[in-house]
């Protein structure tokens, strides 16, 4: 006897297989997978128990998993926020805007902001000043400003300079940069729980880390010890790089991103 598989059973069957992929990335080198690889074989072994028709045992496991997902719930819960982050920011459909028309002229803008990013990192790189910068993609980091200081200024490489500077009162946090203006600094950020982050890593790389896995943002550190400038995205960071490869990040994520469909 044959099974009968449908056209739609194997788009179901992509689609499990592609959120279960997604949600490894996610989980990946956290504490997390060990935990859903525990659940999953507790899961194994209750299969097997109903198969053997071990009624009480598996009545007591029945009961164990039913109840379990609440459990789930408060385990996963920044697993959870994160993949349903990656989702929402991911698939949102891109709205029009009147900038689209524009798109020569703030492009031009963009790229005078790029530089100066850019140009404040390789000077703050050179006199090993700390700094980390948040520039905001399609989530919203409201939630963060709002721990800081709100200061909507245009963004240039002297202000961003006096910020990071070490006696301002301002030094000690983030930046956002949010529609090509530091939107706010003194940001408190979430910071990773990666068991494998490198021993050697700040505070500042590990809030990089940790913004980038819960939000789809970007963010570039510049560590205080080596001066050396990284970049975090997608909970991984790129090391030691040099102000024109910033630049080329920064051109490719947000300059070029600008005049895409």
């Given amino acids: 006897m044959f099974i009968h598989l449908r056209f739609l059973d194997v788009i179901d069957i992509l689609l499990v297989s592609y959120l279960l992929y997604q949600l490894y990335n996610i989980i990946r080198g956290t504490v997390a997978l060990n935990i859903f690889i525990a659940i999953f074989l507790f899961y194994i072994v209750w299969l097997i128990v109903k198969a053997l028709n071990m009624q009480l045992l598996g009545s007591i496991l029945g009961q164990v998993i039913s109840v379990g997902m609440i459990a789930l719930i408060i385990v996963f819960q920044q697993e959870l926020r994160r993949f349903l982050v990656f989702v929402g920011t ?11 028309v524009f798109s020569i002229n703030l492009q031009e803008q963009k790229n005078v902001k790029i530089k100066s990013i850019a140009n404040a990192c390789k000077r703050m790189s ?7 910068i948040v520039i905001t993609r399609r989530s919203q980091l409201d939630i963060y400003a709002q721990t800081g200081e709100i200061i909507n200024a245009d963004t240039s490489t002297r202000l961003l300079e006096s910020i990071f500077f070490k006696n301002s009162p301002l030094h000690d946090g983030a930046v ?86």
């Fill in 176 to 261: 956002i940069i949010t529609d090509d203006r530091v939107h706010a600094a003194r940001c408190v950020l979430p910071v990773s729980d990666n068991p494998n982050i490198p021993t050697d890593y700040g505070m500042r790389h590990r809030a990089a880390l940790g913004i980038t896995e819960n939000t789809d943002a970007l963010a570039v550190v510049v560590s205080e010890e080596s001066g050396e400038i990284g970049v975090a995205d997608g909970g991984s960071i790129s090391h030691n790089l040099t102000k024109e490869e910033l630049l080329q990040v920064l051109e490719k994520e947000f300059l070029n991103a600008y005049l895409r469909p």
């Fill in 90 to 100: 991911r698939y949102l459909a891109r709205t029009f805007s009147l900038n689209k």
């Fill in 126 to 132: 050179e006199s090993k000043t700390g700094a980390l």
